[in-house]
């Protein structure tokens, strides 16, 4: 199987690409769960700014729990300077809570505010969080039903879409969930407690029809945001010293 360019969607998440063997596949939808702290939303933001900053591709925020001034200063925070420009002049567009939950009915509220944009100038889209999204459905069948629909959604008008979920686990190791099943992609975060400070971790875990890197990788968040690192076996996810984690889940390169 052989991709272009044009089929993919550059991540700008520094290593991430690579990972991905050049970006994720466009019209695709991406489920990225960690614990809290582990940089979920800071990805999210990331991959929106550079959407904008190098390929002039607007961008969607949907958040459950913040308001867009929230979002804009957690972006400004991590030296994203550019976001609250990218607001401003709408070439990133944040709903929140009041606007998502406007209608009774959460897919009628999301088809209305994207029948409102022109779907030739916005191809990128982040919910925060898919686990807020979730609580109000009552069971399974009614979260499974609500999931495909919001899939059938975002492909429907031409986004390449981040859901992000929290996460108990620093690693699944526990049967897949409907999310991880629905979805195109997984990609999950961890950070563990050290002697000297916090390990953090990426591990892409499954993409369909492309592919990827299963290696778990060291990640740090700085100014800018997450960069990953290309070295997979310089932390242990489990305790911190050095091991080779060439044999942790994945462990080479796959797809779906």
Request: aromatic share 8%.
């Amino acid at each position: 199987m052989t991709d272009t360019d044009d089929d993919r969607i550059k991540t700008g998440i520094d290593g991430l690409d690579s990972i991905l063997n050049g970006g994720l596949r466009r019209n695709s939808t991406v489920l990225v769960s960690g614990n809290p702290g582990t940089g979920k939303s800071i990805l999210g933001a990331q991959y929106l700014d550079h959407g904008v900053r190098e390929h002039g591709e607007g961008g969607v925020y949907l958040t459950f729990e913040e308001t867009q001034e929230d979002v804009i200063e957690a972006a400004e925070s991590i030296g994203m300077e550019e976001w609250r420009e990218h607001v401003e002049n709408d070439d990133i567009i944040v709903y929140d809570k009041m606007d998502l939950l406007e209608e009774t009915d959460f897919s009628q509220s999301l088809v209305r505010i994207l029948d409102d944009i022109d779907s030739d100038s916005y191809s990128r889209l982040v919910m925060d969080s898919l686990t807020m999204f979730q609580m109000f459905f009552e069971s399974e069948q009614e979260k499974r039903t609500y999931l495909l629909k919001l899939i059938d959604i975002l492909k429907h008008n031409g986004f390449t879409s981040l859901l992000v979920q929290e996460s108990q686990e620093t690693f699944p190791d526990r049967d897949i969930g409907l999310e991880e099943f629905l979805t195109d992609g997984n990609i999950y975060l961890a950070q563990t407690p050290t002697k000297s400070g916090t390990n953090r971790y990426i591990w892409v875990a499954k993409m369909r029809k492309q592919e990827i890197n299963t290696h778990v990788f060291p990640m740090e968040i700085g100014d800018g945001g997450v960069r990953i690192h290309d070295n997979a076996a310089e932390f242990s996810y489990m305790s911190g010293e050095d091991v080779d984690m060439g044999n942790e889940p994945g462990g080479g390169r796959g797809g779906l």
